[in-house]
């Protein structure tokens, strides 16, 4: 799949469709997958991509997609998706309302980062793809976030004797992405984001952080949501057979375990198995300014 598995590639291609926008901007485009994803959904609407390298330069050495109807910033004319002027590219693509705008991130960044940013610039539409549970990942995840103790299901405890831990253990048996009591916490017992850091880059700049700043991260994040809704695995790890994620952490499948019959009609049979090993809580996200 090229960066992004069925699982997520539903889901972009739900969202763009549902909401249906005049403008769908991706950060992070790798082999150009998103960007054919969000083609196949919206046909006529324009993408401005952002990418570090440019998808035409993997063509040489297999399956990439450009967009003919894409605007990309990308290879030497890469900008940082916070450093792009947003009202020059809204002047130049005739759009008026910032609400009309979808932005896909899958850029590997703090994702805290990325929504003061497009906060800053006015939009109200994100999708971030990797939306790392706590203990793993390679950036800050939203989801790392509101894992608080005040939040239904948030919160861990460290003490290696605790229901939790033994629960971990047995997980982590089972899932290749289910983290023990051990790999969950880092030194004094800090369990939040990863092991007690804030992750960005691609886990090339970590910084240690205290539950306080997490907590407060927390809080402004809800001040700032409107609607925060992960997407759903596509069908449960019966019918996929995917051994990397733990269900236990994730919302409901939309196909059901012991529903093959649905499973088949659908055609999700004839997939490969490791087309649905790719999913982290792909999370939509939509916010607005405090006090607006």
């Not at 994803?37 to 570090?52: D, K, W």
């Not at 939790?164 to 009591?181: G, P, Q, S, Y």
């Not at 991260?217 to 925060?228: G, M, P």
């Not at 990397?244 to 939309?254: M, T, V």
Request: contains cysteine; aromatic residues 14%.
């Amino acid at each position: 799949m090229y960066g992004m598995g069925f699982d997520h590639s539903f889901g972009l291609w739900f969202i763009s469709r549902w909401l249906k926008p005049e403008l769908m901007i991706e950060s992070g485009a790798f082999k150009g997958h998103s960007t054919w994803v969000m083609r196949q959904a919206m046909p006529y609407t324009p993408i401005v991509s952002l990418s570090p390298r440019h998808p035409e330069k993997y063509l040489a050495k297999g399956p990439a997609y450009v967009d003919g109807n894409c605007t990309y910033f990308a290879g030497k004319d890469f900008v940082d998706f916070g450093s792009v002027n947003w009202g020059n590219v809204m002047k130049k693509h005739g759009i008026t309302d910032l609400s009309q705008v979808l932005i896909f991130f899958d850029d590997h960044q703090n994702e805290l980062k990325r929504v003061k940013q497009a906060l800053k610039a006015g939009f109200r539409h994100l999708v971030f793809e990797d939306n790392y549970d706590t203990g793993t990942g390679d950036h800050y995840s939203l989801r790392q976030i509101c894992d608080q103790f005040y939040i239904r299901g948030g919160g861990h405890s460290c003490f290696k004797e605790s229901d939790e831990a033994r629960i971990r253990r047995n997980r982590n048996k089972l899932w290749e992405k289910a983290v023990d009591t051990k790999q969950l916490c880092g030194p004094n017992d800090a369990w939040w984001g990863v092991r007690g850091e804030v992750r960005d880059n691609f886990n090339h700049s970590n910084k240690a952080i205290s539950f306080q700043e997490h907590f407060r991260n927390s809080r402004f994040l809800e001040s700032i949501l409107d609607v925060y809704w992960e997407l759903p695995p596509v069908a449960g790890p019966s019918l996929t057979h995917q051994t990397r994620y733990d269900p236990a952490r994730a919302s409901s499948p939309i196909v059901e375990d012991g529903r093959f019959g649905l499973f088949k009609r659908l055609g999700l049979d004839r997939l490969e198995t490791s087309v649905f090993n790719g999913y982290t809580q792909m999370v939509y996200l939509q916010i607005s300014k405090q006090g607006s």
